[in-house]
């Protein structure tokens, strides 16, 4: 059983930053491939970035070079440092890993990009 958390969400200006923070159980979390997911009102819910168990990270289109992924073994965290956002972000944002082919996601956190 895997437990995921995520925190960080908020109301932030357009242009404005916000980091996230993906928090997860496990004595193996080194070894997870951790992804920040988001959906927004109406819309089905997409892949914003992903991080594997040695770093390497890809990102959806309409987030590169604005949205950063990164983690700390050491905290059992991953971090989405979201740059020069756009009201287009506006979402819940949630953190996934798969572990022994089980899915597991957290609650979400809410990001709102308003001015």
């Known amino acids: 059983q895997v437990h995921l958390w995520e925190s960080g969400g908020g109301l932030v200006q357009p242009g404005g930053s916000l980091r996230l923070s993906c928090g997860a159980s496990?004595?193996?979390?080194?070894?997870?491939?951790i992804g920040w997911y988001r959906q927004a009102p109406g819309k089905q819910r997409e892949l914003v970035a992903r991080i594997n168990s040695v770093g390497s990270t890809d990102y959806a289109d309409s987030v590169k070079g604005r949205f950063t992924i990164s983690r700390d073994n050491t905290k059992n965290t991953v971090y989405l440092q979201m740059n020069s956002l756009i009201v287009e972000d506006t979402a819940i944002y949630y953190c996934?890993?798969?572990?022994?082919?089980?899915?597991?996601w957290g609650k979400g956190t809410l990001v709102t990009v308003s001015s």
């Open positions: 496990g004595s193996i979390f080194s070894s997870y491939t």
């Open positions: 996934n890993t798969a572990v022994y082919g089980m899915d597991y």
